[in-house]
């Protein structure tokens, strides 16, 4: 099972970014998926949560700007990412609570992909 991020860039504040994690491989259900972000000096914050029954959860610094969704059917999660502020630069990650073919059950992580957001 592997995990693949992709969709960062560069973006003007204000502007929009949508990233994507896509898993692969034996998969029976994806649980969980989340969305991390690291900037340059700091710890890995969470940035949102989507669980299998679609409840979501956002960190307060994102909360009315960035929406978490998922497409089962691709095994895929979003991130919409709105209103970008510069202080939202950082390397974000998607992990996922994956039960693969073999019922094994284990967190997953993607490779980052990387958001300035810079005038």
């Known amino acids: 099972v592997q995990l693949q991020a992709s969709g960062g860039g560069l973006v003007q504040p204000g502007g929009s970014l949508r990233l994507s994690c896509a898993a692969s491989?034996?998969?029976?259900?994806?649980?969980?998926l989340s969305w991390y972000r690291q900037a340059p000096g700091k710890q890995r914050e969470l940035v949102a949560t989507i669980t299998a029954d679609v409840s979501t959860n956002y960190a307060d610094s994102v909360k009315g700007r960035f929406t978490i969704s998922r497409d089962n059917t691709k095994n895929t999660g979003y991130l919409q990412m709105n209103s970008l502020k510069p202080e939202d630069t950082a390397v974000y990650y998607c992990s996922a609570n994956i039960i693969s073919m073999d019922w094994r059950r284990r967190e997953y992580w993607g490779q980052g992909t990387e958001v300035t957001v810079s005038s």
């Open positions: 491989g034996s998969i029976f259900s994806i649980n969980d």
